[in-house]
């Protein structure tokens, strides 16, 4: 017996918009992440998010 498969077209505008959407919502994602921990009154997520950044040589001055 030989397992027979099947394909399935996807269009391709489906895939790019698909791709957009999680890029957008990464992007977001991001902004919110970095925006809490960037101004936070929480002394301990800030001088994390702090020491990170310049762990990653990333300029934050």
């Known amino acids: ?3 027979s498969s099947t ?7 489906t895939l790019r918009a ?4 999680q890029a957008m919502l990464a992007i977001c994602l991001g902004l919110v992440v970095v925006g809490f921990s960037g101004f936070s009154h929480i002394d ?4 994390a998010s702090h020491d990170t950044r310049h762990a990653n040589a990333f300029p934050c001055h």
Do not use: L, S
């Open 7 to 13: 394909t399935v077209a996807v269009p391709q505008a």
């Open 1 to 3: 017996m030989a397992a």
């Open 44 to 47: 301990a997520v800030h001088n």
């Open 18 to 21: 698909g791709a957009r959407v």
